[in-house]
């Protein structure tokens, strides 16, 4: 998405010399992760806190329709034509429909279907405010590599990082 009338987000990370930058949800935790040049380190900090200070700026109803799709072909990739399905059965089979497990955090064709902007900007306030940070990791490597991780999660809920492999430049 667009921040104001600056370029996308993505574009300013791979601007920044970032060769490896990506996001995921799990049941507690979305996280961004990048991987760029140390030097990159403050400009990346400034586009996470504006990411954190106002996640949908910028985002149209056409970048959720886009967006919807995208995560519709993530769901035809994990749930109906990969391992994912077991998942989503043992998650059915141990928590009450009442609990936030009980389903798959990608949803399911229906939910896309019917998932509106409102729904987002509901969603989001709920959910992804500051007061939902739970960590951000740097490390510097001696590659001259800066892994830059942000997490966000419900209160009360640790958040998860994947840990760079190689060994930090101290």
Do not use: C
Request: glycine share 8%; no cysteine; net charge negative.
């Amino acid at each position: 998405a667009r921040h104001g009338n600056e370029p996308e987000v993505w574009d300013k990370i791979r601007q920044l010399g970032a060769a490896n930058f990506n996001a995921f949800t799990s049941q507690d935790v979305t996280q961004y992760y990048t991987g760029a040049p140390k030097e990159a380190l403050i400009p990346l900090l400034e586009i996470e806190a504006q990411r954190m200070i106002n996640p949908l700026e910028g985002v149209t109803p056409e970048e959720l329709k886009t967006e919807r799709e995208v995560v519709r072909n993530e769901l035809r990739l994990s749930i109906e034509n990969g391992g994912g399905r077991a998942f989503e059965l043992s998650s059915e089979m141990l928590f009450p429909e009442s609990h936030p497990y009980h389903r798959t955090v990608i949803g399911s064709h229906e939910s896309l279907d019917n998932i509106t902007m409102d729904d987002v900007q509901a969603f989001v306030k709920k959910h992804y405010g500051s007061g939902n940070m739970q960590k951000l990791q740097s490390e510097a490597t001696k590659e001259g590599v800066v892994w830059l991780s942000v997490s966000s999660s419900a209160p009360g809920k640790q958040g998860s990082s994947t840990p760079a492999t190689a060994e930090a430049d101290r």
